[in-house]
């Protein structure tokens, strides 16, 4: 069946570090989304990318989805505490309506 | 307006019993998506239904089932509840899925 991966599972970065998580699908996705899920909490959406090699920024996070449709990266510039979470990236595969199959996810860390 | 809410938060029962989760979607929306979350397998997806037909299933087995009531609230039920069943079970609504999707906070189930 269709796997995402996620890399890295976990990182630990300073506060003004920057910090980039790696999605990649076994299968070519028709969408991509991201949600963060804070400690405790539940995933939150934050965006969803469409077009093949489309880029979209928010404030500090570029999502990027490859020219493949078969990988996506989010970046964060200067990172914050108010950062820390978990990253997910889910996605569609085509033909499979509204099935949304969920990365492993990046854990991120970040300290003073 | 009312997000999606989920009943109860926590629960815990004994191997063997079953339970029923209940998951009220956002008004307006009719897609109501499951997951289960676990920190080993991270979120895994349940089923999916939408105007209380059940569109997509993921690869858990028979004692995982689920419905959709007309005004598209939605219950997920386990029977023969397991060990392994203990998570975090996730319910999210969309307007037809393939959009956004908006998560509750989640029912923590504990087997024990």
């Known amino acids: 069946g269709q796997q995402v991966m996620q890399i890295p599972q976990y990182q630990h970065v300073q506060e003004g570090e920057d910090f980039t998580t790696y999605c990649n699908s076994s299968t070519t996705l028709s969408n991509i989304q991201w949600y963060k899920q804070r400690p405790g909490g539940h995933p939150v959406f934050l965006i969803q990318?469409?077009?093949?090699?489309e880029v979209k920024k928010q404030k500090r996070l570029t999502f990027q989805f490859g020219e493949a449709k078969k990988n996506s990266s989010l970046h964060i510039t200067a990172t914050q505490t108010t950062d820390v979470g978990t990253y997910f990236c889910a996605g569609r595969v085509t033909g499979t309506a509204s099935k949304l199959t969920f990365g492993t996810g990046t854990r991120l860390q970040v300290t003073l | 307006k009312a997000g999606v809410t989920q009943t109860p938060r926590y629960l815990i029962k004994t191997r063997g019993q079953q339970v029923t989760l209940s998951c009220s979607p956002i008004s307006g929306h009719r897609s109501v998506s499951w997951y289960q979350q676990t920190p080993g397998q991270g979120l895994q997806f349940l089923f999916e239904?939408?105007?209380?037909?059940?569109?997509n299933k993921g690869n858990f087995p028979g004692r995982f089932s689920g419905r959709q009531f007309s005004n598209s609230r939605s219950e997920m039920n386990v029977s023969t509840l397991e060990l392994g069943d203990s998570a975090l079970y996730l319910c999210?609504?969309?307007?037809?899925?393939?959009?956004?999707?908006?998560f509750g906070q989640g029912t923590r189930l504990t087997v024990v």
């Open positions: 239904y939408f105007s209380e037909t059940q569109r």
């Open positions: 990318l469409v077009k093949s090699g």
């Open positions: 999210a609504s969309s307007l037809a899925g393939g959009q956004e999707a908006f």
